[in-house]
């Protein structure tokens, strides 16, 4: 049975777009049917998925599969057009609970294969290129220094195309602090736009650290790695944007499972 939301409901969810309010409540929204089909089949918990009420019979077949505890709403074309993020929406949004929070020692210890580190990203639509590339090649855990663009921004979300939900990922993290611990654990590899080895398949439990697509990364991380990467090429192009140079590391470090 679908729900008409009350006007609360709404200005909650409207709130959503803000950090600030996705920390405090611990929701955010998910948008997209591969994003939201992605969420069912993850072992992320959605609390509620909203329908626009244009579009409802075309997700009547979907909408069967979901577990029958999760709330479904209907919305007008007005009060959908303040969640949505689309131009042209597909008509499908799932209200998302964050999960639980993860320490980065706990990371570390869990974690059974390699590990990618990211500072000071802050692009939402890079950082979710680059969820959807770790997803891809089986690499659970993503780690955000402090001063990356929050996980659960929409667009974050929406790049990702669901791989988010496959993940676990830490956030706020002080890489200075932990980057020493982290290379106690794992190989260290730095992404190095100058100069450093080719990528190559990784034998052993590898962290890639990457930086940002304007200013990379500072000399002082840098130094902590074991290995600097340099990707070569052969065009006159200034660089390949991170998301490129990532899914490159990403791929090489990970090619000799396949």
Request: proline share 8%; charged share 20%; net charge negative.
């Given at each position: 049975m679908m729900r008409k939301p009350l006007r609360s409901q709404l200005r909650l969810?409207?709130?959503l777009s803000t950090v600030k309010y996705r920390r405090r409540e611990g929701l955010f929204l998910a948008e997209g049917y591969k994003v939201v089909n992605e969420l069912i089949n993850s072992t992320?918990?959605?609390?509620?998925?909203?329908?626009?009420g244009e579009k409802r019979h075309q997700w009547d077949t979907f909408l069967s599969t979901v577990d029958k505890s999760v709330d479904i709403?209907?919305?007008s074309k007005k009060d959908w057009n303040t969640l949505t993020q689309d131009k042209e929406s597909e008509g499908i949004i799932a209200l998302v609970a964050m999960p639980r929070h993860i320490d980065i020692m706990e990371?570390?210890?869990q974690g059974a294969g390699h590990m990618v580190l990211l500072y000071r990203i802050s692009n939402p639509n890079n950082l979710g290129a680059i969820l959807r590339?770790?997803?891809?090649?089986g690499i659970g855990t993503v780690v955000l220094s402090a001063g990356s663009v929050d996980f659960t921004n929409p667009k974050v979300v929406r790049a990702a195309m669901g791989g988010l939900f496959h993940l676990s990922v830490v956030q706020d993290v002080d890489f200075e602090k932990v980057l020493p611990r982290i290379r106690e654990h794992f190989f260290l590899v730095g992404g190095n736009n100058r100069e450093g080895?080719?990528?190559h398949a990784c034998a052993q439990r590898t962290a890639l650290l990457m930086g940002s697509e304007s200013h990379g990364l500072p000399d002082t991380l840098i130094r902590l790695a074991h290995e600097q990467w340099h990707i070569p090429g052969a065009g006159k192009g200034e660089s390949l944007s991170l998301p490129q140079a990532a899914a490159i590391m990403i791929y090489e470090c990970t090619k000799r499972g396949h």
């Open positions: 969810w409207e709130k992320w918990e959605p609390r509620a998925i909203m329908i626009l709403y209907e919305l990371a570390l210890i590339t770790v997803h891809w090649f080895v080719t990528p």
